[in-house]
């Protein structure tokens, strides 16, 4: 979970470095055309089996919601301060359990309400609707969460009987088609440098991807997700160091109540003997961008 997180930190940095250059739903196509490459080698490690499934309708579902939240993210991350962005893509877990009880009818308690209440609270710190500097970016960040938490949903259904591996080449192949669309619409040829950063972003995500997926595989929510919060210092550091953004104390003060929030929930769920959606997927495809 650890190198998850600082992989896919690394890999905002790249979309922003390409964004220089390219739209951001160029970046998210060659994000899944090179990352698609970079995953080949599962595939055909494992053989064709590893493709066999009658999940299809499901992987379309999750891909189709995927690649929006995908596209929010991407725009909100060159749009926004690199911190501002990562710490709203934290909320995640919170419609997550949102969506457990309005989807699958799970019974969530008032401790859990409260740490999701306390959680959004955290998210209006950070957007701080209102304010002088508040900014329209800021909503796509949190939609792009909340795709991500529906898209969270699903991969728990698809955990039950398939393999990482399967789920990792399956959603880079659906992805690449599904990307291509927008990316026509803002078409330009990268040069040199921007070919480098774009394929960098497709191998730190699949990366990423890979390790995230196995992660929550072997793992409890409850240990993980503390440590998927440390993309947010890497991303904090990096981005002062490479593009002189500081941490202001809004996004300091709201990521420490998300964080504080999301480790809650994902604690009460470990307590829970009947196995929960959250209890294996916490996380967002603006991380696996997502």
């Known amino acids: 979970m650890m190198s998850s997180a600082v992989l896919f930190g690394f890999m905002a940095i790249s979309i922003r470095y390409a964004s220089s250059e390219l739209h951001p739903f160029q970046i998210a196509f060659f994000r899944n055309l090179f990352g698609l490459l970079f995953a080949l080698p599962l595939l055909i490690r494992a053989g064709p089996g590893l493709l066999r499934t009658d999940k299809l309708r499901l992987y379309l579902l999750r891909c189709s919601i995927g690649i929006v939240s995908m596209l929010a993210g991407f725009w909100s991350i060159v749009n926004l301060p690199l911190a501002h962005a990562v710490a709203l893509s934290y909320s995640t877990p919170l419609w997550v359990t949102i969506g457990a009880v309005l989807v699958l009818h799970e019974v969530v308690r008032a401790r859990r309400w409260t740490a999701v209440i306390i959680g959004f609270i955290g998210v209006l710190i950070i957007v701080r609707p209102g304010a002088d500097d508040f900014t329209t970016a800021s909503l796509v960040a949190v939609s792009a969460a909340v795709l991500s938490g529906c898209v969270a949903i699903s991969i728990k259904f698809l955990s039950r009987t398939e393999h990482p591996d399967a789920i990792v080449v399956f959603t880079t192949m659906i992805w690449v088609p599904m990307s291509l669309l927008p990316a026509l619409f803002v078409w330009e040829w990268p040069s040199l440098s921007g070919w480098g950063w774009v394929a960098l972003a497709g191998f730190l995500g699949t990366s ?62 470990s307590q829970i003997a009947r196995p929960t959606v959250t209890d294996a997927v916490i996380g967002s495809d603006t991380h696996s961008s997502r």
């Not at 996004?251 to 009460?268: D, E, Q």
């Open 208 to 269: 990423a991807h890979m390790c995230w997926t196995r992660a929550f595989k072997i793992g409890d929510a409850s240990a993980l997700t503390p440590l998927s919060f440390v993309q947010l210092p890497v991303v904090a550091m990096l981005a002062w160091l490479l593009f002189g953004e500081s941490l202001d104390r809004w996004t300091l003060l709201g990521s420490t109540v998300i964080f504080l929030s999301t480790a809650y929930i994902a604690r009460r769920e």
